[in-house]
């Protein structure tokens, strides 16, 4: 009797895990991006939070923990229960270039998080102020050479993806330019909107709509083809800097521990919404590239990643400010 009990309680225990997952979620579900309102990854969770809100019938809802880098808005994720109602929406700045720059985290970014799914890939512009006299890539380097007491770039951070692409940017052209770091990609669009910082380095995806209104101007894209958003502007790679390539990613993770029927499900459910054309038509009109992974696909490409920019950061000797 008693070994039929104990048979009966491990089939109930093994079939949990996944009822568990079937019932997910029966209650409103936390999305936080580790930085401020308006920048490029905040501009995609709040369309991926809409979607599933809608795909799961329960409230998803975006809360911005900025700080560090990215990292206190991460760190409180890595903290959280491991139940699925605490998700981070993270980019290749917290994941894959935080740990190689910064040597004490209050997580440890390799068992922190279970990655769930990248939900997009993201180009960056190279934009100016329309007060800065230049029209194309090649007149601004020109103009950084001219005056290289004049010119400074804002970014969303010290070592997250614009930074690390305009260091590599300068690296390349042999163009002085000083770096303004700010706690995101919003406040950091911001000073350049207003004419306080001459360039940026940002992801089309969150100035595509200052772009489009003429409160900011493109002077190239970051990646090794045009976006389908500003079809006109160029490559850096078409002649100006050859071979160069530079962009970030937003995706989606679960605090370590989540059970991996539920990761399974939250990812699945991710690329169900990412499959929707009128979804797909929504990111690719605001700059992105939506592309959604299995856990195991996203996990990858986080370490491919980091190894990419661990050899980056060493040739061109980059620390945080």
């Known amino acids: 009797m008693f070994t039929r009990r104990l048979a009966i309680a491990l089939a109930f225990a093994a079939m949990a895990p996944a009822a568990f997952a079937q019932a997910f979620p029966a209650r409103p579900?936390?999305?936080?991006?580790?930085?401020?309102?308006?920048?490029?990854?905040?501009?995609?969770?709040?369309?991926?939070?809409?979607?599933?809100?809608?795909?799961?019938?329960?409230?998803?809802?975006?809360?911005?923990?900025?700080?560090?880098?990215?990292?206190?808005?991460?760190?409180?994720?890595?903290?959280?229960?491991?139940?699925?109602?605490?998700?981070?929406?993270?980019?290749?700045?917290?994941?894959?270039?935080?740990?190689?720059?910064?040597?004490?985290?209050?997580?440890?970014?390799?068992?922190?998080?279970?990655?769930?799914?990248?939900?997009?890939?993201?180009?960056?512009?190279?934009?100016?102020?329309?007060?800065?006299?230049?029209?194309?890539?090649?007149?601004?380097?020109?103009l950084a050479k001219a005056k290289p007491d004049q010119m400074s770039y804002s970014s969303s951070g010290a070592g997250g993806a614009p930074h690390l692409a305009t260091e590599m940017f300068k690296d390349q052209t042999g163009a002085f330019i000083l770096h303004v770091p700010y706690r995101g990609g919003g406040p950091a669009i911001a000073d350049l909107l207003a004419g306080h910082v001459q360039l940026s380095f940002m992801t089309v995806l969150e100035a595509s709509g200052h772009i489009k209104a003429g409160k900011l101007r493109a002077l190239a894209v970051s990646g090794d083809k045009r976006v389908s958003a500003f079809p006109d502007v160029p490559t850096l790679a078409e002649g100006t800097v050859p071979g160069f390539n530079a962009i970030s990613w937003i995706g989606l993770l679960a605090p370590a521990g989540t059970p991996q029927e539920l990761q399974d499900k939250i990812s699945?459910?991710?690329?169900?919404?990412?499959?929707?054309?009128?979804?797909?038509?929504?990111?690719?009109?605001?700059?992105?590239?939506?592309?959604?992974?299995?856990?195991?696909?996203?996990?990858?490409?986080?370490?491919?990643?980091?190894?990419?920019?661990?050899?980056?950061?060493?040739?061109?000797?980059?620390?945080i400010e």
């Open 268 to 319: 699945a459910d991710v690329r169900a919404v990412l499959a929707d054309e009128a979804v797909k038509a929504r990111f690719v009109a605001l700059g992105g590239v939506p592309r959604a992974t299995s856990p195991a696909e996203f996990a990858k490409l986080i370490t491919d990643d980091r190894a990419r920019y661990a050899q980056i950061i060493r040739a061109r000797k980059i620390t």
């Open 29 to 142: 579900v936390t999305l936080i991006v580790p930085f401020p309102p308006g920048g490029g990854t905040d501009t995609g969770a709040r369309v991926i939070a809409e979607q599933l809100s809608r795909r799961w019938s329960q409230p998803v809802i975006v809360e911005n923990k900025g700080g560090a880098a990215g990292q206190i808005g991460a760190d409180y994720v890595a903290k959280s229960k491991p139940d699925g109602y605490t998700l981070l929406l993270g980019n290749i700045g917290t994941q894959a270039i935080n740990p190689l720059l910064y040597p004490k985290m209050p997580y440890d970014p390799d068992k922190a998080f279970a990655p769930v799914s990248l939900v997009a890939e993201l180009p960056l512009a190279m934009m100016v102020n329309p007060a800065v006299p230049a029209r194309t890539a090649a007149e601004f380097i020109a």
